[in-house]
């Protein structure tokens, strides 16, 4: 039903009343090519400790974060090269560039850093591994068993890669040991089970002919990965790039290159032919932009800002290649006024204050009705006063570092614009200790549309709660914007989820929960959150190209006795 045809009128409880729905009871299973595994959901994950740590943001003590004879050894098992034609070198300049340790601030690792020339060189090797190399050649089924040897190196070294992910990214190595690795691994394995089924059809023709069709690898493909999951969107981008058998450039984030490159090198083990995965880190005006230009590619998919992904749209548009974005979101969790309370403020804190508020799905717009609004806002800022920051290897925080010093001061400066705009801060709203790239626990009451903590994408722990009156309203204010990544309804009546579900333009919507992933089902978004899917049987469509086969039929063979 249409937004315009919902009853505009104030919502009680009593009006609620019809089917009941349950919360999600805080798992998701990713079936692979041989297995199903339950792992924890990111929802639950992000809640660990939440009702039992007795320290607040405000009373941590001093953090002094060490660096462990683990994470050491972990460090010590990067190559920070580049990896192109199966070989790990040095940028043909020299270049290299400082990652640094998001609790500290310092230097965590010289990497080298690409130039155009070395775009060039990978994507040469890619182009040959394609046209001349053995990849694309081999069985379906033969690529599917390399990729799982991949996912099982991975799983074997989960705790170094989780280690790496925690020292580069700030996010906490539990969550980092328990979703992640394992969602990585899963999607791998979901592909790999994908790799012997990708097929075209026979189609009945007019006249004396037969027609068929075959699905083949779109050739080199670009890929733009983020720093927010640098592992878990590996994981997404060479699953459907792999399985058909595309070769690839991955371009990696400058800010988190070190996951990215140990992948590559358990690829190598794994039996990847030379050439069929080239990474290369460097700076996204530099490397990213050589690569979106490249004439040598043949499709380019990118994850990353709104902003970005215009500009990578421009530059593939200039070699007529298609291109999968997943770019941007704002997107808007919807609280009922019979919605369990509880379930709610806790699935909406989860909404926004996963990964520290570093997700393209982040619940950064709560809009809470009207009649539960106040009593919402006090729980809200009490559940975020009571998060633990802290050490992302300490086992009882709940939140690290934001991942650079350029996102912690954007952070720090969007609180700073919701104060001047009249928005209430009922918690939260400065640095978090005196090093690293902390950011205390942010929840803004008296938020309205107009607001730029309402229409901008903060990335960061930042709640804004927004009230609400009609289910019109609310929808029409929902859709008041230029993203359309994802969204959430918390009620307990079913036909008002699916009201608001199919109203909502968005391309994924959550009812009762939140950050509910599935290596089965397509993500994407909608208006300025990009274009084309990931995940599922669609992503592979975006890998795939289809190749019509026409040939005549002869008379049939008649045999004389």
């Keep these: 039903m249409r937004a315009a045809r919902l009853a505009a009128t104030t919502l009680s409880a009593a009006q609620l009343a019809g089917a009941q729905l349950p919360v999600n009871a805080g798992r998701i299973t990713l079936v692979g090519a041989a297995q199903s595994q339950s792992v924890p959901s990111l ?45 790990f070198e040095d940028a043909a300049s020299g270049k290299t560039f400082e990652t640094y340790d998001p609790r500290t601030g310092e230097p965590l690792m010289t990497v080298a850093e690409a130039q155009a020339e070395d775009v060039d060189r990978a994507v040469k090797a890619a182009r040959q591994a394609f046209d001349e190399g053995p990849w694309p050649r081999m ?34 190595y539990a969550v980092a040991l328990a979703a992640d690795v394992p969602l990585s691994v899963e ?9 012997d089924k990708i097929y075209g059809q026979t189609i009945p023709v007019e006249g004396k002919m037969t027609a068929y069709t075959l699905r083949e690898p779109i050739g080199v493909v670009g890929q733009i990965i983020p720093w927010n999951f640098p592992l878990l969107m590996q994981a997404w981008k060479l699953g459907p790039a792999l399985a058909p058998g595309n ?38 005006p530099v490397a990213g932009a050589a690569l979106a230009s490249h004439k040598g590619i043949n499709k380019v998919a990118f994850t990353g800002s709104t902003e970005v992904g215009r500009i990578i749209m421009r530059q593939a548009a200039e070699n007529i290649i298609p291109v999968t974005l997943e770019l941007g979101g704002k997107s808007a969790c919807i609280i009922c006024p019979d919605a369990d309370l509880d379930e709610a403020v806790r699935g909406a804190h989860d909404a926004l204050f996963f990964n520290h508020g570093q997700c393209c799905t982040a619940g950064s717009r709560t809009f ?30 709940q939140q690290g570092p934001q991942v650079s010093q350029e996102q912690f001061e954007k952070i720090l400066g969007l609180i700073n614009k919701g104060v001047e705009e009249g928005a209430k801060l009922e918690t939260g709203g400065k640095r978090h200790g005196d090093r690293g790239y902390f950011v205390q626990p942010t929840v803004f009451s008296n938020v309205t549309d ?15 709660i927004l009230k609400w009156s009609t289910v019109d309203e609310v929808i029409r204010r929902a859709n008041d914007t230029d993203y359309g990544l994802a969204a959430g309804v918390f009620t307990k009546n079913i036909n008002l989820a699916n009201t608001i579900s199919r109203a909502l333009k968005a391309g994924t919507v959550w009812v009762n929960t939140w950050n509910q992933f599935d290596a089965g089902v397509p993500f994407g978004g909608y208006k300025t959150s990009g274009i084309g899917r990931e995940k599922g049987e669609a992503a592979l469509a975006h890998y795939t190209q ?15 006795s």
Aim: net charge negative; glycine share 6%; aromatic share 6%.
């Design 546 to 560: 289809t190749k019509a086969v026409y040939m005549p039929m002869e008379e049939p063979i008649t045999w004389n």
């Design 187 to 195: 999607h791998l394995r979901y592909y790999a089970g994908w790799a």
């Design 450 to 464: 107009d607001m730029t903590i309402a229409k901008d994408e903060i990335f960061g722990p930042v709640q804004s």
């Design 247 to 284: 070769t690839i450039v991955m371009k990696v984030a400058e800010q988190t290159p070190l996951s990215a490159l140990r992948v590559g090198e358990l690829a190598l083990e794994a039996g990847l032919p030379p050439g069929v995965l080239n990474i290369i880190p460097g700076d996204g």
């Design 139 to 172: 069985s379906g089924r033969q690529r599917g068993n390399i990729m799982h040897k991949l996912a099982t190196l991975m799983e074997k070294h989960s705790k170094e890669l989780a280690t790496l992910e925690s020292l580069d990214n700030g996010k906490p």
């Design 43 to 87: 929802q639950q994950l992000s809640t660990h400790h939440l009702h039992t740590s007795p320290a607040a943001f405000r009373a941590d003590p001093a953090m002094e974060p060490e660096m462990s004879e683990e994470h050491k050894a972990a460090l010590r098992s990067i190559k920070p090269q580049l990896l192109i034609n199966g070989k």
């Design 368 to 397: 809470v009705h009207e009649s539960i609004y106040d009593e919402f806002v006090a729980r809200a800022a009490k559940t975020a006063s009571n998060r633990r920051v802290g050490d992302p290897f300490d086992r009882s925080t």
